[in-house]
């Protein structure tokens, strides 16, 4: 459900691609317009009236976020990249000031929906950075380029309907539906379609609201994750030690009770005893990187995103922001990832040494990573265009 990091490409890059899509034979008439004309009678069909309909397209056009559908990085990112990235001081921090902010409507949401009230905070801070990073992008916009020239046309054009019936039932101001390239939206990032079936309208409004309503979007996401399989009063997982060379099984949804983890010589990373329902051993960085035993509660977590290094983010997210420590083992690799502000210490030397890459956001968009592979050949490091702890060291030390 999240946003993916974005790559910028001109006008001319954009309207290139759109006219490819349109010249190969889609099942769409090429003019965008006869397009939209042919969502029409699936949209009414599911309730849409023609008003909503023509408020929300008349004079729309094709927006620029074809190219983020091959951009997806957590797949394409080192774990360790991914998790530092994600769950930085800076976030636990926020994280923590943000439970306490909504520490009632947390302790009502955590009983009504029986999900950990820090799990909430952590999708929350990992999907909208605590309300700051909502996507600018129309929803309809996006939905509706998405579904005329996408890859996966089908869902983008339910997800379009869903969108229109939100505007019509008035859950968010039309100037207020803005969101990620694929059209999530809100503080925790719903497709539209999945937040018609779990929209809680937590404060009484009368509108499900999760774009002005930290507690709808909290409560939503509470009650997306019980339908989900959620697990009261049960973990997400926790860290363990594996014995040397561990050769056994492991794998999320390869399930065994504790005392086969601790016969075979796992044990917890806080040398509480094994406990618990039936885990699962997730190595995403292999038999020598942490290691962690996961519940069915995990696999609700993946849901929100299918990407186990997500769900493991999460996790370990909410266990910061509720005092837990950091992870004992350690990432297999001796060039590790970044936080925000040391990515954003990476951009503004590099801006400094006269590389044109924008605003030093953190984010590690196509001109940054351009500009690190150029460094990168410059001062002898592999030219792999990724920000790593090698490379801070080399830009602070002026090579």
Known sequence: MRQSTAIRLGKAAVFAILTACCATGSAHAADFSECLASLKPAALAKGVTPETFEGATNGLQPNDVLPFQTNQPEFSTPPWDYMAGLVDDQRIADGKQAYADQAAALQRIGARYG???????AVWGVESDFGRTFGARPVVQSLATLACYGRKPEFYRGEFVSALLILQRGDVAPERFNGSWAGAFGHTQFMPSTFLRHGVDF???????????????????????????????????YEVKLPAGYNGPSGRKNRHPAGFWAAKGVTRADSAPLTGPETGLLLLGGPTGPAFLVTRNFDALYTYNAAEVYALAIGVLADRIAGGGPLVGQWPTDDPGLSRIERREVQEKLIAAGFAIGNADGVMGTKTREAIADYQARVGLPRDGRASVKLLQALRAGR
Do not use: F, K
């Not at 999900?115 to 905070?121: E, G, H, Q, T």
């Open 115 to 121: 999900v950990d009230p820090a799990i909430l905070v």
């Open 203 to 237: 404060e009484g409004t009368g509108h499900a609201n999760i774009v002005d309503s930290v507690p709808d979007a909290l409560a939503t996401t509470a009650a997306y994750l019980r339908a989900s399989g959620w697990q009261a009063g049960a973990p997400w997982g």
